[in-house]
């Protein structure tokens, strides 16, 4: 299938099942030089637009795709009549994830995932190990555990109905009435914050959180091969400390490092932190 671009000068991924990817490259390396590529993967909510920050230090080093995860941002989801066909499970999701690259003839990744869009990650780097150079996973999840997903109902039958009902501007205003929810203290970002996240269509958002509430990557973490690193919040309602320094004790090639405040979202509030990790962490692969 084709790569497209749209009237806005957007650009997709067409996959065989129909549906749309939207991402975003950027690549401000020497032209003449040999590059690898980055790709990000948003967390829940969120999409491409909200990592615009990391684009200034990566890109000068690397390609980087911003992806858009199924019915967030820019990218598609299936209508009433596609879901009778559509497969909405873990082997579409990450099959859409490989058909992306191979569209963009990327053979190798350096996988940057946030929150669930690490859990993603996990699972990628197991069932596809010869399409990783490394795997980096921020305040992420292995699995959400039923306090995570009662909250996130906002006091709906359950999640996916809290985002068809409230919508994902709705979703999103729910959330950041939740004390340290929204990361950033400025009083102009969450206006910004949440006109991005109403970007995407609620029922989009609902399908996806279908999906997230039975996703776990606990059975693939042993299977992980590529060189690993964690970027584990100390201050996150999300995870644990103690449980993102256990998996170095799972994947085989994992170090941790433990970012000082700052809540969940750290790739915002501790971005430098962050960077500078990934970075060194990158640089240090070539010594392997």
């Not at 390396?29 to 920050?53: C, S």
């Not at 003839?105 to 669930?116: A, D, N, Q, R, Y």
């Not at 609620?202 to 693939?220: H, I, K, N, V, W």
Request: aromatic share 10%; glycine share 8%; with cysteine.
């Amino acid at each position: 299938m084709p790569l497209e671009r749209d009237a806005e000068g957007r650009t997709y991924a067409v996959h065989p099942n129909g549906q749309r990817t939207h991402y975003i490259c950027d690549d401000f390396t020497d032209p003449w030089k040999p590059r690898e590529t980055v790709l990000i993967q948003h967390g829940f909510g969120r999409h491409a637009n909200f990592w615009y920050h990391w684009i200034p230090v990566l890109s000068s080093k690397f390609r980087v795709i911003r992806r858009d995860l199924r019915g967030h941002g820019y990218s598609s989801f299936p209508s009433p009549e596609e879901r009778q066909t559509y497969r909405y499970d873990l082997d579409t999701i990450i099959g859409e994830v490989v058909d992306t690259l191979d569209q963009l003839e990327i053979e190798k990744v350096h996988f940057l995932g946030e929150s669930t869009g690490g859990m993603l990650g996990e699972i990628f780097a197991a069932k596809h190990p010869e399409r990783l150079l490394s795997l980096t996973v921020c305040s992420t999840p292995t699995h959400l555990p039923p306090s995570a997903l009662k909250l996130f109902a906002f006091g709906r039958k359950d999640w996916p109905t809290a985002c068809r009902e409230l919508g994902s501007r709705g979703w999103a205003e729910a959330l950041s009435r939740i004390p340290g929810t929204i990361p950033v203290d400025d009083r102009k970002y969450l206006p910004w914050y949440l006109d991005q996240i109403a970007i995407s269509d609620g029922e989009g958002l609902a399908q996806y959180a279908e999906f997230l509430s039975t996703l776990d990557a606990r059975p693939f973490l042993r299977q992980i091969q590529a060189p690993t690193l964690v970027l584990a919040p100390t201050e996150s309602v999300a995870v644990r400390l103690q449980d993102q320094r256990e998996l170095a004790n799972i994947i085989e090639m994992c170090c941790v490092q433990a970012v000082l405040g700052g809540g969940h979202e750290i790739y915002v509030t501790r971005d430098e932190s962050c960077q500078g990790h990934f970075l060194e962490f990158v640089d240090s692969l070539c010594w392997l």
